[in-house]
């Protein structure tokens, strides 16, 4: 163990590339770390990785079975089963050196299809998830986020019953009646941190409003390092994606449009496509953000 940080130094350094997903503008979409090369790195390594990046995930490729790739993802403090805007710049990062064209990841939860297609001189990003599903929550559960988040019952969308989503990751998924609702919503990051890790939810708590039936607003609550708020979720967007199909509250085939980071500072839009059957489909732009400056 006394070697694994000076190797994981160099890693990072030499081998860490850095996109920002959902977003064509380096200053917006959420931010990701990305190795492609990943082969023999222990989860120490990769968990240091992240930790030093800082990002709320890291993306670790190695190569799978028959010249498949497999994938794994870290945030600063553990790993995260899946994470759609680290698969979204890694998709991008790979099609920098192979191109555009299909890539299929084997992930922690299962295989995962993207496409990259080259667009205005940037590049599109899409993922198919896993089958998606939703699961009831229980009244005391949505009491304690309620609470965390500084929430009132009333604040609450009649429409839309609190739910688990999932399509990569457990999400409780909160819709409110209003946007000064979603505005006004704060929480501190140790209590948010100590309630997910009570209820073994390893990725964010989905805070939702629909200003129309195809265009959502949302934040997505995920307290690790420095972070407390995801900019762009796309395992988020494609539970919302599943639950709004499961609970018949759109007409597949159906595309919404998600905006989410502006509470954040970093402007970011998720498309989201709910076919009949099948995994949630969830598309965005990916632009490189710039190396760090190496120290002397």
């Known amino acids: 163990m006394a070697n694994s940080a000076p190797r994981a130094r160099r890693t990072e350094r030499s081998t860490v590339q850095r996109w920002a997903a959902f977003s064509s503008d380096p200053a917006g979409g959420n931010p990701a770390g990305v190795v492609l090369h990943a082969d023999g790195m222990t989860e120490d390594e990769m968990l240091h990785v992240a930790a030093e990046v800082g990002f709320s995930e890291t993306a670790f490729v190695t190569r799978g079975d028959q010249d498949g790739l497999s994938i794994r993802y870290f ?11 680290a698969s979204v710049a890694t998709a991008a990062a790979l099609a920098e050196v192979r ?33 998606p599903f939703v699961e009831g929550l229980p009244a ?3 009491t304690r986020i309620l609470s965390v988040l500084h929430l009132d019952p009333a604040d609450l969308d009649p429409a839309y019953a609190p739910a688990l ?23 501190d990051p140790a209590a948010a941190r100590a309630l997910m890790d009570a209820e073994g939810w390893p990725a964010t708590i989905i805070v939702a409003w629909p200003e129309a039936p195809d265009r959502w607003h ?79």
């Open 218 to 296: 949302v934040r997505n609550v995920f307290p690790v390092g420095k972070i407390s708020e995801d900019p762009a979720t796309g395992a988020g967007a494609a539970a919302l994606g599943g639950y709004l199909r499961e609970t018949r509250a759109v007409t597949p085939p159906q595309r919404i449009r998600i905006f989410q980071g502006s509470h954040v500072g970093r402007p970011s839009e998720l498309t989201v496509d709910i076919p009949a059957t099948g995994g949630i489909v969830v598309s965005g732009s990916a632009v490189r953000l710039p190396d760090p400056a190496t120290p002397a």
């Open 140 to 142: 005391d559960t949505r």
């Open 99 to 131: 191109g555009a064209g299909g890539y299929f990841f084997a992930t922690p939860v299962g295989q995962v299809e993207i496409a990259v297609a080259d667009a205005d001189g940037g590049r599109i990003v899409r993922f198919t998830s896993v089958d």
């Open 75 to 85: 945030s600063p403090l553990a790993e995260v089963p899946f994470c759609g805007h």
């Open 165 to 187: 989503a999932y399509a990569g990751n457990r999400h409780p998924l909160l819709v409110v009646r209003s946007r000064a609702a979603l505005d006004r919503m704060a929480f």
